[in-house]
């Protein structure tokens, strides 16, 4: 099971199935995301040339039903009440001052006349559709597909007046499977003055909850037109395009493969740089490229070196530095972290173990990564080297980070192991991770340590500049000794002893030594300018 689920592993870390994947996933997410853009811009322009419509409609409609109520008003007002031929001329007269009166009427109980005698346009012997206190409305007065006949139709009295089709069509012209209803009854009827007789109420729910005058549902767009009748509500509904995508869409997606190409080259590129990185690390300990420097920590008063710590740098062949935020993760991602603890162990042993048993009161500290707090197994390593070198535990202090706490439970029992034969449990880079005052007070440390973040921030008007304060306060209420990291400046000494810091490390005091600048610093007793044999830790 083992051998096949590491077989699986290998084959799905192969940089061209890794490659292949990222180009895949990038260029479907461009692709996806090119049509998710290219259907919302399909939608504003549909709702853009909705609004449109809609407002040009109303517009027309205002200028209908203010013409047709004007000449209703008119033919009331005269006082001819019989089918003659002077009626005849005052209806013609009426069609010809009002230009979208079409058609006008009079009719009694036995006759009715009109401007066109030798057409039927206004033979409507139904009720009215909608019936108000002075006019009476008839609504889709004739389906036949002529934009000469009669449309929409008002009375008053005896008088009908009528508009014709074409005079709706010549505004906006709809798009097949539109209409133009007007909704009665409190919105349980429609009936179409245009178009084809649509189902009303919408199959989606309705009324919507949004009171925008467009509503836009799965296949319609319904435009709701404002009237000042509450009896009746005008509507206008024509399908959604669909899958209408611009033409520009179909030009992007070349060019989204070409960039998913793009980064599937370039993370197989990386992915092979990693590996090449990652198989050099390998024999870096076999070759010596691995060299443990050490960064002086110093009593802040009386300025002497009081320890140091144990910091892992490899140097390539042509001489160049190798960033330890490089290969320290990347040694933690592989295993191999375990064996280079173990190196810098077995190293600062080896050439540190004569100063160590000469200066009982001096120590050295060493970084642990999280795999290494989660089990007992360096506590038995320590054992052997300890008795092999014959060094005092309280002479290696050991530094965790919070982001290494990754169950605190487990930690505080390995960590309290360590404690326990007295090494030093020191909290490194503390206030970047989220190591909670709680947790914290229940962990077995000794001391903790200020990121040099905090330090440079002393002094300035910088968000962070009263991180360190704080911290020094908290440290000082559980007890525990402080180191602050990164002190460049007598000013940051001095100001960090005032507030009760003991210790520090940084450039003003020394910077990271060999082990032979560092014996020479301690035997000497005093401190050692050297050249810069690496960035600071």
């Known amino acids: 099971m083992v051998a096949t689920r590491e077989a699986l592993r290998s084959w799905f870390y192969r940089p061209w199935f890794l490659a292949m994947l990222a180009a895949v996933l990038s260029a479907s997410l461009l692709i996806t995301g090119g049509l998710f853009v290219a259907m919302h811009q399909v939608e504003q322009s549909e709702s853009q040339e909705m609004n449109a419509q809609g407002e040009r409609f109303l517009a027309r409609l205002e200028q209908l039903f203010g013409q047709l109520r004007e000449s209703l008003d008119d033919l009331e007002a005269q006082p001819l009440r019989s089918c003659d031929d002077e009626m005849i001329a005052t209806l013609q007269q009426v069609t010809f001052n009002y230009r979208f009166v079409y058609e006008a009427a009079y009719m009694d109980a036995s006759r009715l006349c009109s401007n066109r005698p030798r057409q039927e346009g206004l033979s409507v012997v139904r009720p009215p559709d909608i019936k108000g206190p002075t006019y009476s409305y008839w609504l889709n007065t004739t389906t036949e597909p002529d934009e000469n006949r009669a449309a929409l139709m008002l009375g008053r009295g005896n008088f009908r007046v009528a508009t014709s089709r074409g005079h709706l069509t010549d505004m ?5 499977e539109s209409s133009l209803l007007v909704v009665l009854d409190h919105g349980t009827r429609a009936i ?10 919408p ?3 309705w009324p919507p909850k949004s009171t925008d005058a467009l509503q836009i549902t799965q296949t319609q767009l319904i435009y709701r037109m404002p009237t000042d009748n509450p009896e009746y509500q005008l509507v206008l509904i024509t399908p959604r395009t669909g899958m209408h995508i611009p033409e520009l869409w179909w030009w992007m997606v070349p060019f989204c493969l070409l960039l998913g190409a793009f980064v599937g080259v370039l993370v197989f ?3 092979r740089q990693r590996q090449s990185l990652d198989a050099e690390l390998h024999g870096a300990i076999r070759r010596g490229e ?4 050490y960064q002086p920590i110093f009593d802040l008063d009386s300025r002497n070196c009081v320890g140091a710590e144990a ?3 490899w140097r390539r062949p042509d001489g160049t530095l190798t960033s330890p935020d490089l290969f320290i993760p990347m040694a933690e991602n592989t295993g191999q972290i375990r064996q280079m603890t173990d190196f810098v162990l077995q190293r600062l042993l080896e050439q540190l173990g004569q100063l160590l048993r000469a200066n009982p009161q001096l120590y050295i500290s060493v970084n642990l990564a999280a795999c290494d707090v989660m089990v007992p197994r360096i ?5 052997r080297l300890l008795s092999l070198h014959r060094v005092a535990a309280r002479q290696i202090a050991f530094e965790v980070t919070e982001r290494g706490l990754i169950d605190v439970v487990v930690a505080r029992e390995n960590l309290q192991a360590l404690r326990d034969v007295g090494h030093q449990v020191l909290i490194d880079d503390f206030g970047t991770g989220y190591c909670s005052l709680s947790y914290l007070q229940t962990l077995p440390v000794d001391c903790l340590k200020i990121d040099k973040a905090f330090i440079d921030a002393l002094g300035h008007d910088a968000a962070s500049s009263g991180v360190a304060p704080h911290i020094i306060h908290m440290a000082q209420a559980l007890d525990l000794k402080v180191i602050a990291e990164g002190i460049e400046h007598e000013s940051q000494a001095a100001l960090l002893s005032s507030e009760g810091v003991k210790f520090g490390q940084g450039w003003l005091f020394a910077q990271a030594l060999s082990a032979v600048q560092f014996i ?3 035997t000497r007793g005093r401190r050692l300018a050297g050249r810069r044999m690496d960035d600071e830790a």
Do not use: F, S
Request: negative net charge; aromatic residues 6%; hydrophobic residues 60%.
């Open 172 to 176: 906006v012209d709809l798009p097949p």
């Open 192 to 201: 179409p003055v245009l178009g084809v007789p649509q189902a009303w109420p």
């Open 203 to 205: 199959a989606e729910p």
């Open 269 to 271: 590129w990386l992915i």
């Open 290 to 293: 691995l060299q443990v420097l």
């Open 311 to 313: 910091l892992l740098r």
């Open 379 to 383: 506590g038995q390593v320590m054992a």
């Open 520 to 522: 020479e610093l301690i």
